[in-house]
């Protein structure tokens, strides 16, 4: 180690969550195309990896002391890429291409990934790995998947690695590739400074007793049809995690956002509503008639870095805002006779323009505050980060799901790069102490959207998260298809 540095009040969380084996981490997986023979694949790899890690410090951070109340950030000396780099055959070559063809294997090499945690071989090597996927015969395209500890990155972070990886792999000459070892040396760089270092989160005192309120008193889950899954529990039976993804096609992607703008809504208003109609639509409605959903919302906007772009840092900078969507058949008495008279509870009857407006309204709310009376600022308060996980144990869940959109790819290669990104999967693990479950978004440069989900096994039961996610791809279609009736 040669240096150490305290960690910032979100990273605490994070480790915690991470030393309690509760949730592990995340990853950005980016698909790589190149227009003309590339040189040997690991070669090339270990060369552009070496440059990567020389740029950003905080992938030679390592947290320690995760089972303490002041974790610290220590920072390796060395990082042998055999011990964070592998890479695998696919089973079966796959090309992909902008009709929204889905990635079954990724969607398993990613479940697994998720499952393991950083604690093997401490200070032996970083929080984060790298898998390179390859199809056999096809040596002009790769995948790769970076999956971290979330005290190291945020979701956009994971952008923020494509693209300079992508840079580098365009850079790259022949002096570089010769020095391709997998031992890299680490400069003594400072790490940059967490969130609440850079940027003042001002809270008022009615905000921090008010929450601080319903996290240690009443909690939230005070309605009694509000549904967020089974409570949190350490039962190893609901542990499981699986992974799925849905993928639109290129011009599906293009017409919803068309649609999201013509509806004065954005994109990740559309999603949430879809999503939230779609879990709505499978519940039994005479016990379940509304959920909560906490979205992710990055504030990098705010801020900016002495000498430094901000939005070419990797790090964690978000925060989270809640909504609550309730099943508008349950108190809309035309809406229960239309129902009736179809026999079917239709998840048409549900998605409202109105509520992704609403939901549009919300996340403009919380960016025009700057910070202020923020979630993320309030993770100050919490005390003792191991303790506050610990204490949902045996509770209600908070939230239905949390939806994570890290936004689109956008290119900045010109014509003469050999190397362009193609499709980008944003994923990460279901905390046994968080939402029923977790939705991540991604649209990469092939201009597909991707839907990541995952869950916990016994937490959402199989066939109902099957029937969700039936429901998301039929009311997308509805819209696309322009038969949506709202």
Same mark, same amino acid.
């Given at each position: ?48 990896? $070496?440059?990567?890690?020389?740029r950003?410090s ?8 995760e ?10 000396? %060395? ?16 090309f ?16 697994s ?5 950083? *604690?093997? +071989?401490?200070? *032996? ?5 790298? /898998? ?13 998947s ?13 952008? !923020? ?14 002096k570089?590739?010769?020095? +391709? ?14 969130? %609440? ?17 319903? =996290?240690?008193?009443?909690? &939230? ?5 509000? @549904?967020?899954g089974a ?10 995690? *699986? ?28 999603? #949430? ?7 709505? !639509?499978n ?6 008639? &509304? ?14 870095? #002495? ?14 805002? $809640?909504?609550?969507? /309730?099943n ?9 006779q ?11 009857? /549900?998605?409202?323009?109105d509520?992704?407006?609403? !939901? ?6 919380? /960016?025009? $505050?700057?910070? $202020? ?7 100050? @308060?919490?005390?003792?980060?191991n ?8 509770k ?12 689109? @790819?956008?290119?900045?290669?010109? %014509? ?40 916990? =096994?016994?937490?959402? %039961? ?25």
């Open positions: 180690m040669i240096t150490n540095t305290v960690l910032g009040n979100l990273e605490k969380l994070f480790t915690a969550e991470h030393n309690l084996d509760f949730y592990s981490g995340a990853g950005v997986t980016a698909t790589y195309i190149c227009s003309t023979k590339s040189h040997a694949i690991q070669s090339l790899v270990f060369a552009a990896f $070496r440059i990567l890690i020389q950003h905080i992938l030679s951070a390592i947290p320690l002391d089972h303490k109340s002041a974790p610290y950030f220590g920072k390796l000396s %060395e990082i042998d890429l055999r011990t964070c780099t592998s890479f695998v055959e696919r089973k079966e070559a796959i992909l291409d902008d009709m929204g063809m889905v990635d079954r294997e990724l969607d398993v090499l990613l479940e990934q998720h499952k393991l945690n950083w *604690k093997d +071989d401490q200070g *032996k090597k970083p929080f984060w790995r790298a /898998i390179i996927l390859q199809s056999a015969g096809l040596n002009n395209q790769i995948t790769v970076w999956i971290f500890h979330h005290a190291l990155s945020d979701g956009v972070s994971g952008l !923020v690695f494509h693209k300079h990886l992508l840079r580098i792999l365009n850079q790259l000459e022949q570089e590739l010769l020095e +391709d070892g997998p031992i890299v040396k680490i400069p003594k760089v400072e790490l940059v400074p967490p969130l %609440e270092g850079l940027y003042k989160l001002r809270l008022g005192v009615s905000f921090i007793i008010e929450n601080l309120w319903c =996290e240690w008193i009443s909690k &939230r889950h005070s309605k009694s049809k509000l @549904w967020t409570k949190c529990t350490p039962d190893p039976k609901f542990k499981t995690l *699986k992974f799925r993804t849905i993928v639109l096609s290129k011009l599906d992607t293009d017409s919803l956002l068309e649609m999201s703008r013509n509806n004065k809504t954005t994109l990740s208003g559309t999603l #949430e509503c879809v999503t939230s109609a779609a879990v709505l !639509v519940l039994d409605s005479k016990k379940f008639d &509304r959920i909560t959903v906490a979205g992710a919302i990055s504030f990098r906007r705010f801020f900016r870095l #002495e000498g430094k772009d901000i939005d070419n840092e990797i790090g964690v900078y978000v925060s989270t805002y $809640r909504n609550e969507h /309730i508008p058949i349950s108190t809309h008495s035309d809406l229960i239309e129902t009736k008279a179809s026999g079917q509870n239709h998840v048409s009857n /549900i998605f409202s323009w509520e992704a407006r609403a !939901v549009r309204s919300v996340i403009n709310e919380e /960016i025009a $505050r700057k910070g $202020r009376n923020s979630m993320a600022g309030l993770a100050h @308060w919490i005390g003792n980060p303790s506050f996980w610990l204490g949902k144990l045996g209600y869940r908070e939230e239905a799901f949390c939806i994570t959109n890290i936004g689109s @790819w956008k290119p900045e290669t010109s %014509e003469d790069d050999k190397w362009k990104l193609s499709r980008v999967v944003f994923s990460q693990c279901s905390s046994i102490v968080g939402p029923a479950f977790t939705l991540s978004i991604a649209t990469g440069g092939d201009g597909c959207l991707v839907l990541g989900f995952s869950w916990l =096994e016994s937490v959402v %039961e199989a066939l109902l998260m099957e029937r969700i996610m039936e429901s998301i791809k039929e009311c997308i279609q509805c819209l696309v298809s322009g038969s949506m009736k709202n």
